[in-house]
């Protein structure tokens, strides 16, 4: 198990560093979507190593200026899904959304100059070299088989967090959290288990969680779209009514968020239902 984590951390941070140097070049929406799913492997593994010894490793403080660029690329992400998302719709509504488009547009250079802004200097190999060595020898304290049924007590632990947020109110800041935390979870369970069952660890079937994985990240995309077109309609003149399509395309975009947070909440709770026991019990 040591080396397989070694592994995956040096295959993820020599993927994100590819994928972040073409990113810089051209920002294309395949470049910077995995470049972000780099960094949310990498981030999910050292929530692991956290877990694993909390007194020595803080990814905040690790990984400061990552978890930055990671944030500045997430907003580059949103206005590229927004982009697509409107032409989805115009072909959807039947009408032309051209000049919330162009603001669109707009909004993604400004991301991309603030992102640009502060990766200024920023070499991914130093930071991560220190990172590495810290690495091998939190792990090298750990046989390898303790280190299996760590990580696997750790999925669970994280399972049963989620199933706590969803035996509360489920309000857009707890979705949002579930989504995150479904992620760290997927991302692990990628790497103790791999294509096999997860159910030896959690107690749901591995499309069970994509299912609902997929149909928040649509959610989060309505509600993203939401911010954004009420940001456009707020650059028109006051005097002037809101165009009937884009009040239509603000309709649509509030209706479809709620239509499938109605769809995932009972969803989650049903997928949280079952009845836990530890891993190997």
Excluded at 149 to 169: A, P
Aim: aromatic residues 10%; charged residues 30%.
């Amino acid at each position: 198990m040591t080396e397989k984590l070694i592994n995956y951390f040096e295959k993820q941070q020599q993927l994100f560093t590819e994928y972040y140097n073409e990113s810089r070049k051209y920002y294309t929406i395949n470049s910077v979507h995995e470049m972000r799913l780099c960094m949310k492997r990498l981030r999910a593994l050292f929530l692991f190593f956290e877990a694993l010894e909390p007194d020595i490793i803080s990814t905040k403080v690790l990984l400061s200026r990552f978890r930055k660029l990671f944030k500045l690329a997430g907003r580059i992400r949103d206005i590229q899904i927004q982009k697509k998302l409107a032409l989805h719709l115009e072909t959807e509504l039947e009408a032309s959304f051209i000049e919330y488009i162009h603001f669109l547009n707009k909004n993604e250079k400004k991301a991309i100059k603030a992102f640009e802004k502060k990766m200024h200097g920023y070499e991914p190999e130093k930071d991560f070299s220190s990172i590495r060595n810290l690495i091998s020898d939190t792990l090298s304290s750990y046989p390898s088989d303790d280190l299996s049924l760590r990580g696997k007590q750790i999925i669970f632990d994280k399972f049963v967090l989620v199933q706590q947020m969803t035996r509360e109110k489920l309000n857009s800041t707890q979705l949002h959290a579930i989504r995150t935390k479904l992620k760290q979870i997927a991302y692990l369970l990628k790497i103790w288990k791999g294509h096999e069952n997860v159910t030896q660890v959690i107690p749901v079937e591995r499309t069970q969680l994509q299912a609902t994985e997929v149909k928040l990240g649509l959610w989060h995309d309505y509600v993203i779209a939401q911010m954004y077109i009420k940001k456009y309609l707020a650059t028109l003149p006051e005097d002037k009514p809101i165009p009937v399509h884009y009040a239509l395309l603000l309709s649509t975009a509030i209706k479809n968020r709620k239509s499938l947070a109605s769809e995932i909440k009972p969803q989650l709770k049903s997928l949280f239902e079952t009845e836990l026991k530890e891993p190997g019990s």
